[in-house]
């Protein structure tokens, strides 16, 4: 039974891990830039039809294809908050949410039109191995992806904490005027902001291609987790947001385990309606806007 | 600022406009006469007979709607080359297409819409057994034929007048899956059944619910999952703790394919019955390659049949590169059914083809293009002969292994 | 806000409205009609959500949880029980409405975004938890609502005009309803609401309660829409009731439409639907696709141009038009009176 457990809690751990990675994203977006990204999934989706695109027709591993995916996803939301994000700032909430919300539709319609609803899926020679410890059977590529995405994660705390406009991006999530009378320039900060949070979200594209198939609608599996997981983690906490997206997978895994394996999204739920019901604020507390 | 209309000059006779307009003259009588002389000359070609074909060619089940859609076609082609509806002058038929886009809502309009702004005769669609139990409720609304491979036996039920089914049902699917599985395993197998909570999955699980402890079968894990996952680890997990020596699973494509794939990896290596779904077609093999070898499924039709589907097989291997798989063969023979019945209605009215289907009765043909090669329609539109096969991946290669007297190659033991 | 804007002469409102009583017996195209019905419908829902997500300013997208519990309580009653939907119509939208209360009090506790995201959460856990009700409501497999012929009484119409009238009488109801709130002491306090909620309640109004009220409004109408809607289509399983593109669309025309107004989801849904199934009938089975990046590019548009919505662009287009000289007060008397001197 033990090993029961321990299985369901480190298969949780490990996709938990992808869902931390994008639910940080959403979590930076939503505390530097003050809107919620909808489309945060389809640029998961972007990034694993790169690191698709690469693998199979250049033979590129997926995980080493995060130097072209990143990359090219951080100058897309580089490009995305000067273009259109920019425009929408301060006139309220229904703008701005239903402009994230029509890219996200837009995005995958288009990956549709180019790509078709087909799945692709790319086979890598770790894809089937698994590590032995015990009982336990621990999947290599989704290993390689949990240590990456955990990798990314506390490369971003360590930017956001030690570097000048890492700190300029907390200041100006915490005051806004404050940092502007301090000499930060938002329109930088916004832009740096949704480049990284757009990057992570291609990097947990890319790192999930040797183990999840590929089709355009596959976004929409991740951005649910990710904005529960956001609230509970405290909007705009980015190390709540980590926690909250392991803890999202630990619960969907033991809710498969012991509820019923169709009963995986209504525990998140009820993890939801919980954290609305007791602490609304999120597991860090703080301000709710 | 307004220029100032002239006044028209009267109208002069000019030996120019006289010219012109006897030339003008000439060339109209000129082209009137070519015109009806061709007309007269050559007879009216028999107006096609139009047929619709509903299918989900965006969306979730957009890959294989696609699929069914280059199928449909491929049988319209044939039906025509080998001369048409002879008994209305060598009609042609003309297939007239829709996608539903794997959306109820969608499907309701479309029916409604096809149906009610063309000329049909019958209809064939739609894949997804959600999708077809709207098509059949607009269908029999509308008083028009229907033909489906869909498995719900839901489509034999309520009293319908206009739906067929010639291929099997979900009941008889799971009969053939608890009996293929006795034939593979040593002893009483155990088996855990995970099904997608979709109409498909659940239909198809519940003819394996209940039909179990009569075929000698023990169900140690019965257990619906959302579609969809992103991972399969708990859910094999899960398997594994049940202690099944085989398992079945009800699913479409991407879960298949991740519960293949997750098994492997995590060394939970009991046989697997694919059902149909997901499991039968090319892409499936595709995208998880040789650990495919030796899964077996069960299908209501496959391109190693008959003669008759070889050549169907072949024809369409020769424009897609694929083999066909189930649901395009059988939509196939369906559109040849639409045929015969038109052939014996002699009329293109969708009443007199919907009697001419419930009398329907071929053993040969492609019309009969069926596992056991024979078609006959019971009163709820359930063919009386119709039964599935059970299939096996073997080297790279879908084939028949079940049952015996059908079976195209040797039933593997993995 | 558009609630100084004049409407047109009432004329031309009873010309429309005999125009569109009328039509059924003149046009007798079933897919013609099936659009004025669906038209009708979704702006229905759009007005229904207007009351909270345009006046109020709570941007709900989990609509189609009430949609779907009115649709289901009237097919449960329909066929189990043998009720008829007119009196399960009146029952689901009641269950819808009180289903309001629960959820609200728990999703209100967040502000904008958030809160949007908690009623997606709230529309999937009761789409998921009737997945899971096999026995009691049918599950993933679903129902189809038996066939009656042509029977009135179970709100069942072989012709399509018998839907295209309860569809608007249903639209009439629910603009008649925002007209109602718009004018009453309500409307003003929603605005205020939707406008500043803390400065609302510093002002003294009373904000959980107006929300409440509202959201329980809102809430009782959609599920109207819910059981009209299984009617119609003769079809419900948890993925149609609960479907999230029902929410978006409510929220969808009235943001193209003009938030907050009258008339603005009826616009947005004039716009949108005819599109959308005329996009589907010449595009469909072409690319798959191409309809929803035309509805994504019009929606990106509309936003980055006219956030409040279209139907200011049309009352101004129309102010232009028909107005041939500007009325009202000579442009003198709003100056600054001359000569006043500021302080000190």
């Known amino acids: 039974m033990t090993s029961v457990v321990a299985q369901a809690v480190v298969n949780g751990l490990l996709i938990g891990g992808i869902y931390a990675l994008v639910s940080i994203g959403v979590t930076l977006i939503f505390g530097v830039v003050k809107i919620v990204n909808f489309a945060q999934g389809e640029f998961v989706m972007i990034g694993m039809y790169i690191s698709w695109w690469l693998a199979s027709h250049c033979g590129l591993d997926p995980v080493a294809s995060l130097v072209v995916s990143m990359p090219a996803l951080f100058v897309a939301g580089v490009l995305l908050q000067r273009f259109l994000i920019r425009r929408v700032l301060g006139l309220g909430d229904m703008p701005q949410i239903f402009l994230t919300f029509a890219l996200s539709l837009l995005l995958m319609n288009l990956a549709l039109l180019l790509f078709t609803a087909n799945y692709r899926t790319v086979q890598t020679s770790y894809t089937l191995s698994a590590i032995h410890i015990g009982p336990l059977y621990i999947g290599v590529a989704k290993l390689i992806a949990f240590a990456l995405a955990m990798l990314l994660s506390g490369a971003l705390a360590v930017f956001l904490r030690a570097t000048d406009l890492g700190k300029a991006m907390r200041a100006s999530a915490q005051k806004r005027e404050v940092a502007m009378l301090m000499g930060v320039n938002p329109d930088h900060v916004f832009g740096v902001a949704m480049g990284l949070a757009l990057a992570l979200a291609g990097a947990a594209g890319s790192l999930i291609v040797p183990f999840y198939p590929v089709y355009p609608g596959v976004g929409q599996v991740f951005v649910l987790m990710a904005f529960v997981a956001v609230v509970l983690g405290t909007l705009g906490n980015v190390t709540g947001a980590l926690i909250a997206g392991l803890m999202m997978g630990l619960a969907e895994s033991l809710g498969i385990q012991f509820v019923g394996a169709d009963s995986g999204l209504i525990v998140v739920f009820a993890m939801l309606l919980l954290t609305l019901a007791v602490k609304p604020s999120g597991l860090f507390g703080g301000r709710v806007r | ?414 | 806000m558009k609630r100084g804007v004049r409407p047109p002469r009432p004329l031309g409102y009873a010309a429309a409205a005999l125009v569109l009583i009328l039509l059924p017996r003149v046009v007798s195209n079933a897919f013609a009609i099936d659009i004025f019905v669906r038209v009708f419908l979704f702006a229905f829902i759009g007005v229904a959500w207007n009351l909270l997500g345009g006046y109020a300013k709570q941007l709900s997208l989990g609509h189609a949880a009430y949609f779907g519990l009115g649709a289901y309580t009237s097919t449960i009653l329909l066929i189990r029980f043998g009720v008829s939907p007119w009196i399960g119509i009146m029952a689901g939208a009641v269950v819808a409405m009180l289903a309001s209360l629960p959820i609200g009090t728990l999703c209100f506790r967040l502000r904008g975004p958030y809160f949007a995201i908690a009623t997606i959460g709230t529309a999937q856990a009761l789409m998921l938890l009737f997945l899971k009700f096999r026995n009691f409501a049918w599950g993933a497999e679903g129902i189809t609502i038996p066939y009656h012929g042509n029977a009135p009484l179970m709100m069942q119409f072989d012709a399509k005009a018998g839907y295209y009238y309860i569809a608007l009488t249903m639209l009439a109801i629910g603009l008649a309803i925002t007209y109602w709130v718009e004018r009453s002491w309500m409307g003003y306090y929603l605005v205020a609401v939707g406008e500043d909620q803390d400065a609302a309640e510093a002002v003294g109004v009373n904000v959980p309660r107006i929300k409440r009220d509202i959201y329980l409004i809102s809430a009782f109408l959609t599920g109207l829409a819910g059981t009209f809607y299984v009617q119609y289509i003769y079809f419900i399983d948890p993925n149609t009731a609960f479907n999230f593109n029902v929410s978006v669309e409510a929220a969808l025309v009235s943001i193209v439409g003009g938030v907050g107004t009258l008339w603005g989801p009826v616009v947005g849904t004039v716009l949108l639907e005819p599109t959308s199934a005329l996009a589907q009938s010449w595009l469909g089975g072409a690319h798959g696709g191409v309809q929803l990046t035309l509805y994504a590019v019009i929606l990106i548009v509309v936003i980055m141009w006219r956030p409040t919505g279209l139907l200011g662009v049309l009352t101004g287009a129309y102010e232009r038009i028909v107005r041939a000289a500007p009325s009202g007060v000579p442009a003198t008397a709003t100056a600054e009176p001359k000569g006043a001197p500021l302080d000190g």
Request: aromatic share 8%; proline share 4%; net charge positive.
């Open chain 2, 1 to 414: 600022m307004e220029k100032p209309k002239g006044k028209t000059s009267p109208r002069r006779y000019t030996r120019r406009g006289f010219l012109t307009t006897v030339a003008r003259g000439t060339v109209a009588t000129g082209v009137l006469t070519a015109y009806g002389v061709t007309a007269f000359k050559a007879k009216a070609a028999p107006a096609a007979v139009n047929i619709g074909g509903l299918y989900p060619v965006t969306g979730s089940f957009g890959q294989i709607g696609q699929a069914c859609v280059n199928a449909a076609k491929l049988a319209v082609q044939m039906v025509n080359s080998a001369g048409g509806i002879k008994s209305l002058g060598g009609a042609p038929l003309n297939l007239i297409l829709s996608d539903v886009q794997s959306d109820t809502t969608v499907t309701r309009t479309e029916t409604e819409r096809l149906i009610t702004s063309n000329k049909l005769s019958a209809i064939h669609g739609s894949f997804a057994s959600a999708l077809t139990l709207i098509t059949s409720e607009v269908a029999e609304r509308l008083k028009m034929p229907l033909l489906t491979g869909s498995s719900s036996d839901l489509l034999n039920q309520g009293g319908r007048k206009y739906t067929f089914t010639p291929f099997a049902r979900a009941s008889q699917f799971a009969q053939a899956q608890l009996r293929m599985a006795k034939l593979i395993a040593s002893g009483k197998p155990k088996v855990a059944v995970v099904f997608e909570n979709t109409a498909f999955g659940t239909s198809s699980s519940k003819g394996l619910q209940d039909q179990a402890p009569a075929a000698g079968v023990e169900i140690v894990m019965f257990e619906p999952y959302s579609a969809g996952f992103a991972d399969a680890s708990p859910l094999i997990n899960k398997v594994r703790a049940s202690g099944a020596s085989m398992l079945f699973a009800v699913s479409y494509l991407t879960d298949l394919v991740l519960i293949v794939r997750t098994m492997k990896q995590m060394g939970v290596n009991i046989p697997i019955n694919g059902g149909s779904g997901g499991f039968i077609i090319p892409d499936f093999y595709k995208n998880v390659g040789k650990d495919a070898e030796g899964l077996v499924g069960v299908a209501h039709w496959n391109h190693d049949m008959n003669a008759d589907a070889k050549t169907v097989d072949a024809a369409y291997q020769k424009q897609y590169g694929d083999f066909i798989f189930e649901s395009q063969g059988s939509l196939v023979a369906q559109t040849f059914m639409i045929a015969d019945a038109l052939e014996r209605a002699a009329s293109p009215d969708p009443q007199k083809v919907r009697d001419a289907l419930a009398s329907l009765d071929v053993s040969k043909g492609y019309a009969a293009m069926a596992p056991g090669g024979k078609v006959k329609f019971d009163q709820n539109g359930k063919n009386v002969y119709g039964h599935p096969l059970g299939v096996q991946w073997q080297k790279g290669n879908l084939v028949t292994v079940f049952p015996k007297g059908e079976a195209r190659a040797e039933l593997i033991k993995v």
